[in-house]
C-alpha cells in the first residue's frame, strides 16, 4: 500500500490543522477496508511516536495527550485516513506520517511495513 500525506504546515497554538492520508488507486479496495490505518509523530531527535488508529471494525485509539483534541476518520471509498487536530500545543510540532497495515500492536511503529512520506506540522507559542 503506498500513501501519500499531505495538510502540514504553520498554525498557532490553540489552532486547528488537518491531516489527510491517502492510498494509491492501485490499493486494493477491499484490501485498504480491512486494515488498520495509523497516524504516528516524531519530532527532532525523539522516537518515532504513536498518535492515533483506526482499525478495520470501526475502533478508534488515541495517544493520551491527543485524546479529546485530536480525531481520526476514514472514507474507504476514498482510500483515505484523516486527522483532525484541535487546541494545537507547541509540544505536537512535529513530522506526522500515515501508516497501514500493522503486523503487530497498532501503537508499535515497527509493526508497520507502509508509510507516507511524512509532513511537517509546527505549531508556535
Known amino acids: 500500500v503506498q500513501l501519500q500525506a499531505s495538510g502540514g504546515g504553520l498554525v498557532q497554538a490553540g489552532g486547528s490543522m488537518r491531516l489527510s492520508c491517502v492510498a494509491s488507486?492501485?490499493?486494493?479496495?477491499?484490501?485498504?477496508?480491512?486494515?488498520?490505518l495509523a497516524w504516528f509523530r516524531q519530532a527532532p531527535g525523539k522516537e518515532r511516536q504513536f498518535v492515533s488508529a483506526?482499525?478495520?471494525?470501526?475502533?478508534?485509539y488515541y495517544e493520551d495527550s491527543v485524546k479529546g483534541r485530536f480525531t481520526i476518520s476514514r472514507d474507504n471509498a476514498k482510500k483515505t485516513v484523516t486527522l483532525q487536530m484541535d487546541g494545537l500545543r507547541p509540544e505536537d510540532t512535529a513530522i506526522y506520517y500515515c501508516?497501514?497495515?500493522?503486523?503487530?500492536?497498532?501503537?508499535?511503529?515497527?509493526?508497520?511495513?507502509?508509510w507516507g512520506q511524512g509532513t511537517l506540522v509546527t505549531v508556535s507559542s
Open positions: 488507486a492501485r490499493a486494493v479496495q477491499r484490501t485498504f477496508n480491512s486494515i488498520t
Open positions: 483506526y482499525n478495520w471494525g470501526g475502533n478508534t
Open positions: 501508516a497501514a497495515r500493522p503486523i503487530g500492536r497498532y501503537d508499535n511503529y515497527s509493526s508497520y511495513m507502509h
